[in-house]
């Protein structure tokens, strides 16, 4: 069997090999349309793509970074925490659909490191662009990659005076539905426990809470330094469980602070939601291990990190695409 040319897939799509060549490589040039008629029939005809031949005629390397800051310590990697290993698998899906790979580009502290780092790989062709997820406010990396006019987008950080592409969640439309589903139940009175105060994420479920709180008929009950770990979920819980009164409830920002509070009812006799009412965020695989099943904020993990490839790719293709905002929805368990 001879090998399959663009010739052969011309002359059965009824098109120019030129066609070919562009539709096959998904050059914005052609409607989407031509694309995908021209990619159906070479499917058909068996075409499997040269990926190096594609690489060298594109002057692209088909590979998106998703950059992951690299812990030390006692603390677990991040993509054993379910918010990256989320966004990884659904970026690995989402670029597979657009014939892209993802490669995982861990970073340090050592910011100024990281972007000279981030730029030899652009030159050098091992990577197109670069998702990032979880950077602190204070970051200095997108500033600098703007200023270097690199390819990047960020998920769960909000652009400030450095205009950059962005996916963030909006905990708003969620917040009001679980003080509705709260008074509902008539709960009297909330906790709120933040979350870690160097993050966006931390600091958009703050802003959303007390705007929600207002407009509800619960009182806040107490604002607790929380910084997303299960220990501090444990070790909070003696504060709030000395102050707690009939029709309380307590807010965590995410839900492995939950899971600290839960162990410490358990181990104190203290009945969830008899006793006090429980919502956290995120809606991690342990909200529905835990018993009760935890209510909990979704954050939409899997639409973000599919959004930010579909973002990043628009960018490498000269588009210059809207920052992207997906808001939040709440699921009412057991817990209250």
């Not at 011309?10 to 031509?34: C, E, I």
């Not at 709960?187 to 105060?197: A, L, P, Q, S």
């Not at 920002?253 to 008899?274: L, W």
Request: charged share 25%.
């Amino acid at each position: 069997m001879k090998n399959l040319t663009r010739k052969d897939i011309a002359k059965a799509a009824g098109v120019s090999p030129s066609t070919v060549s562009r539709a096959l490589s998904g050059s914005p040039l052609l409607p989407k349309k031509t694309i995908e008629h021209v990619t159906r029939i070479a499917a058909k005809l068996g075409y499997r793509p040269n990926i190096l031949a594609r690489r060298l005629a594109s002057n692209r390397s088909f590979q998106i970074a998703f950059a992951v800051e690299l812990w030390t310590g006692t603390r677990r990697g991040p993509i054993q925490m379910s918010y990256y290993s989320a966004i990884l698998d659904a970026m690995v899906s989402e670029a597979f659909k657009r014939n892209y790979s993802v490669l995982v580009q861990p970073y340090t502290k050592d910011e100024e490191s990281f972007v000279e780092h981030f730029t030899n790989l652009i030159q050098t062709k091992h990577a197109d662009g670069l998702v990032f997820a979880g950077l602190a406010i204070k970051s200095g990396i997108p500033a600098e990659l703007t200023r270097r006019q690199l390819p990047f987008v960020v998920i769960g950080s909000k652009p400030g005076k450095d205009k950059f592409v962005s996916v963030n969640a909006d905990p708003y439309p969620a917040m009001v539905e679980m003080f509705e589903v709260l008074m509902a139940k008539k709960y009297k009175r909330i906790f709120f426990v933040e979350g870690d105060m160097n993050f966006y994420h931390a600091i958009s479920h703050r802003d959303a809470f007390m705007k929600a709180l207002k407009k509800s008929s619960l009182k806040l009950a107490g604002f607790i330094e929380g910084d997303y770990s299960r220990r501090r979920g444990y070790s909070m819980a003696p504060e709030i469980i000395v102050d707690k009164r009939k029709g309380d409830c307590v807010f965590f920002s995410n839900d492995r602070m939950a899971t600290g509070f839960y162990r410490y009812c358990y181990e104190n006799k203290v009945s969830i939601p008899d006793e006090i009412g429980v919502v956290g965020s995120d809606d991690d695989e342990s909200a529905l291990v835990l018993y009760p099943e935890l209510s909990t904020i979704r954050q939409p993990r899997v639409e973000m990190g599919a959004a930010a490839v579909n973002l990043l790719v628009d960018v490498l293709e000269k588009k210059k695409p809207e920052p992207v905002v997906i808001p939040n929805s709440f699921i009412a368990r057991r817990s209250i």
